[in-house]
């Protein structure tokens, strides 16, 4: 099969960076966005070469000019990753609502941006569009400690669910995965709680490369029939 072309948004590190690895690895051309000056996205850089651009996905001119760089060096856009999503934890006592509308923006806006700048393109190919929010989603279950982060992901959720919806006459997978507790060097500090380890059914956390690796199973020929789903990659754990 000819390489596909792959933008994974939010792609400088930890889980965003995992998926485009996971995509070269797979002979695609990867391009890879980030927003920050800093070491990682340096290093980015070193890796991907001219397939790492900058871009704020929260700013709707910055993500349309994104998606014309690549459709004006490669001509067709044939999946997207978004893994771009802050992290906040802390009770509904102390959140401030500034806070939660930095979390929808970050979350959900970003996420509605990319998806209608890629819309044509990905039509054009048949393409797959994946999304990461988190595990214990489903069943709208209260959340003690990450209560707003769990709002923008599940509104997310919703989101996703409609985009498949809409773009499926027209060829195009929506989907989404939904990460457990996976520890990586970006993580929240919570995610490296042994005392969690304890309560995930199968015994241990997660790794990146195992969330990539269904990021890549959802946009390739053998998930060709899914769209619509929430894939939890968090062995079992419910927050």
């Known amino acids: 099969m000819d390489p596909r072309v792959v ?15 996971e ?6 051309e990867v391009y890879v966005a980030w927003r920050s000056e800093n070491e990682s996205s340096r290093a980015l850089t ?22 014309e760089t ?12 978004h893994a771009v999503g802050e992290y906040e934890s802390g009770p509904l006592e102390a959140l401030e609502p500034r806070t939660l509308r930095r979390l929808l923006s970050n979350n959900v806006e970003s996420a509605l941006l990319v998806a209608r700048a890629a819309r044509a393109a990905l ?13 214990g989603l489903e069943g709208l279950r209260a959340k ?6 769990a709002a923008a992901k599940s509104a997310l959720l919703v989101l996703a669910r409609s985009l498949a919806q809409e773009e499926g006459r027209h060829g ?20 490296f709680d042994p005392k969690l380890a ?15 690796a269904a990021v890549a199973w959802l946009c390739s020929d053998d998930a060709r029939y899914v769209t619509g789903a929430n894939l939890e990659v968090g062995g079992g754990f419910t927050p």
């Not at 039509?123 to 990461?132: T, Y």
């Not at 003690?144 to 982060?149: G, T």
């Open 198 to 212: 304890a309560k995930i059914p199968l015994g241990r956390f997660g790794t990146p490369e195992e969330v990539a």
């Open 46 to 67: 070193s890796e991907f070469g001219a397939n790492a651009l900058r871009c704020d996905c929260e700013d709707e001119a910055a993500v349309r000019e994104l998606v």
């Open 23 to 28: 995509f070269a690895a797979r002979g695609d």
């Open 144 to 149: 003690r400690e990450m209560a707003a982060y």
């Open 7 to 21: 933008l994974v948004t939010g792609g400088a590190r930890g889980l965003g960076l995992a998926s485009a690895r």
């Open 172 to 191: 195009v997978r929506v989907n989404v995965v939904s990460p457990g507790m996976i520890p990586h060097p970006h993580a929240a500090d919570d995610t």
């Open 70 to 81: 690549v459709m004006a060096r490669e001509g067709r856009l044939d999946v997207v990753v």
């Open 123 to 135: 039509r054009a190919s048949h393409g797959a569009v994946v999304f990461f929010a988190c595990a």
